[in-house]
């Protein structure tokens, strides 16, 4: 078990590395751009590798964010429920969750596939196959959809949320928690 949850942690980090590999990426190719028109450089479809790492950064982030309680969530209803009633919105907020994401997955590595197979190009200055820039996103959403079903059988074998943070002890950590998340 522990090799598995090992395993799950490392691919959530690797994604949330990957983004960050991706961010990278487009701070370089904006510098490119930016800094290169005045010393005659020129970025041939800079503007679509922008916009594809763009893409990348934001499905491959997300299974990193959701595990690391970073996204946004309301829990104004659910502070204010049983422990009982509350691991029931969780369940269904989980399976829910779970279901669209998976949907969403599966459809997004359908259309990756087929790009794939009909070698479906892009369409700008520099041709590139299409299903390299959308696997990206494909991968994001597998990933995120492994994080809900891992998270899922996490809250219903009895353990508390990993996507929310833990409550402050002390004032000062009250402060700093409302501060990084800047409310």
Not at 115 to 121: D, F, I
Not at 127 to 134: D, G, L, N
Not at 144 to 165: C, N, Q, T, W
């Amino acid at each position: 078990m522990k090799i598995v949850r090992r395993f799950l942690d490392g691919l959530y980090l690797f994604s949330g590395v990957a983004a960050g590999g991706f961010l990278l990426a487009i701070f370089v190719l904006m510098l490119l751009l930016s800094a290169g028109r005045p010393l005659g450089l020129n970025v041939r479809s800079g503007d679509e590798f922008i916009g594809w790492c763009m893409v990348a950064v934001s499905f491959l982030a997300l299974a990193h964010t959701f595990r690391s309680a970073e996204m946004i969530r309301v829990g104004l209803l659910l502070e204010r429920l049983s422990e009982k009633t509350r691991w029931y919105f969780e369940m269904f907020s989980l399976v829910t969750g779970s279901i669209l994401v998976g949907y969403f997955a599966w459809y997004c590595y359908r259309m990756t596939y087929f790009s794939w197979l009909v070698n479906e190009p892009s369409q700008g200055v520099i041709v590139i196959p299409i299903w390299i820039p959308q696997s990206a996103m494909a991968i994001g959403l597998i990933i995120l959809f492994i994080a809900f079903i891992d998270e899922l059988i996490h809250v219903f074998l009895g353990g508390s949320p990993r996507y929310e943070k833990p409550k402050p002890k002390t004032a000062e950590e009250a402060i700093e928690q409302a501060i990084q998340s800047a409310v």
